[in-house]
């Protein structure tokens, strides 16, 4: 499996004009409304919203104690148009050990008052997540590597 | 794995679970490491980890007096079910946000 392969591409035509869309994404109290699924809480916990800001999200199920869920830092923002984030980096961009490691890249497009949303998502290949895998797998795993993981915040 | 589906998805329903799995993705990992990151008790989260057993998702064995768990590859084979996964929480967040945005935002910022 090549990079490009282990990439998605996601694309929505949302029915509101991007200065709404880009609300949604940069301000907490509505960015938590939507990052996780309900009936998980999401807490913001870091949303510096400028190249190198923290981003870093909890979540919690049924009034339990808060529990991990993305952390990251933001590469690019230029609001209502782009946002990109990582979670190889940390706030400050300091290197990281992530579970999931991925760089997202979402994008902003007036379409006639509506936005066209994008979101590309780029991830590590398995083949190069063993290479930092801890010894002790069995053949024929490296298809499936560290990132299944992410399942693990991201369903939540 | 004789474990019927039922147990495997049970499995995967409690965000803690999931994200032990997460973690053993990147390689084996002690009982005590991998409760470290959790806030709750260790009966609590030694329960979980039988779960994980019972569904067939993870394995463990103990050498002297470290008990360390593994994930089992055969119930996460394919590279391409992993993107799939991927992609559905992916369009779901995007779901979430489309909904979000045209329910509470956009008359709003249409005035």
């Known amino acids: 499996m090549t990079a490009s392969q282990a990439d998605l591409r996601i694309s929505r035509l949302i029915n509101a004009p991007p200065a709404a869309v880009w609300r949604a994404w940069a301000e907490r109290e509505h960015f938590e409304k939507w990052w996780i699924p309900q009936p998980i809480e999401c807490r913001s916990v870091k949303h510096d919203l400028r190249p190198g800001g923290g981003f870093?999200?909890?979540?919690?199920?049924?009034?339990?104690?808060?529990?991990?869920?993305?952390?990251?830092?933001?590469?690019?923002?230029?609001?209502?148009?782009?946002?990109?984030?990582?979670?190889?980096?940390?706030e400050g961009w300091r290197?990281?050990?992530?579970?999931?490691?991925?760089?997202?890249?979402?994008?902003?497009?007036?379409?006639?008052?509506?936005?066209?949303?994008?979101?590309?998502?780029?991830?590590?290949t398995p083949?190069?997540?063993?290479?930092?895998?801890?010894?002790?797998?069995?053949?024929?795993?490296?298809?499936?590597?560290?990132?299944l993981g992410a399942i693990a915040p991201a369903l939540a | 794995m004789?474990?019927?589906?039922?147990?495997?998805?049970?499995?995967?329903?409690?965000?803690?679970?999931?994200?032990?799995?997460g973690r053993l993705m990147d390689g084996p990992a002690?009982?005590?490491?991998?409760?470290?990151?959790?806030?709750?008790?260790?009966?609590?989260?030694?329960?979980?980890?039988?779960?994980?057993?019972?569904g067939g998702w993870i394995r463990s064995e103990k050498r002297g007096r470290v008990r360390t768990c593994h994930?089992?590859?055969?119930?996460?084979h394919a590279a391409e079910r992993w993107l799939a996964e991927q992609r559905?929480?992916?369009?779901?967040?995007?779901?979430?946000?489309?909904?979000?945005?045209e329910t509470h935002l956009a008359a709003e910022d249409r005035r």
């Open chain 1, 56 to 90: 870093e999200t909890q979540m919690r199920d049924g009034g339990g104690p808060w529990k991990p869920h993305v952390e990251g830092c933001f590469l690019a923002v230029v609001p209502q148009r782009e946002l990109v984030f990582t979670t190889m980096l940390s």
């Open chain 1, 95 to 124: 290197p990281s050990e992530p579970w999931l490691g991925l760089t997202a890249i979402i994008t902003l497009a007036d379409e006639q008052g509506a936005t066209r949303y994008s979101a590309r998502v780029l991830h590590r």
């Open chain 1, 127 to 147: 083949e190069e997540a063993r290479k930092h895998a801890d010894m002790g797998f069995e053949e024929g795993w490296g298809t499936a590597i560290g990132q």
């Open chain 2, 2 to 21: 004789e474990n019927n589906l039922d147990s495997a998805f049970h499995a995967l329903a409690d965000p803690t679970r999931r994200a032990v799995i």
């Open chain 2, 30 to 54: 002690p009982v005590t490491e991998l409760a470290r990151p959790f806030e709750i008790g260790l009966p609590t989260f030694l329960k979980h980890l039988r779960v994980l057993e019972q």
């Open chain 2, 71 to 76: 994930v089992r590859p055969e119930r996460l």
């Open chain 2, 88 to 101: 559905a929480i992916w369009d779901a967040r995007t779901d979430r946000l489309a909904d979000y945005v």
